[in-house]
């Protein structure tokens, strides 16, 4: 089996198993990108530089959303 497979497939359980398991949502998208973080940082040697630019713009899509619960929290904090 390919290394990108092994990849998709563990990232793909992984989504799985926070979706069924976390209550909120904030939770869901924290699991989240620590997984496809330490997915990233474990696989990048073995996958290409075009499969490391898509991860990356997942990355940086979680991390946006990321941003935006944690600044929710703040504001929700200081209301």
């Keep these: 089996m390919k290394k990108i497979n092994l990849m998709v497939i563990t990232i793909s ?8 398991l976390s209550p909120s949502i904030d939770l869901y998208i924290t699991l989240l990108l620590i997984g ?26 979680l991390a946006g959303i990321f941003a ?9 904090i200081i209301k």
């Design 13 to 20: 359980l992984w989504a799985i198993l926070t979706a069924l």
């Design 36 to 61: 496809t973080l330490i997915l990233f940082e474990i696989g990048d040697f073995f996958i290409s530089k075009n499969n490391k630019d898509s991860l990356k713009i997942i990355v940086y899509i």
């Design 68 to 76: 935006t619960v944690v600044l929710n929290k703040i504001y929700t």
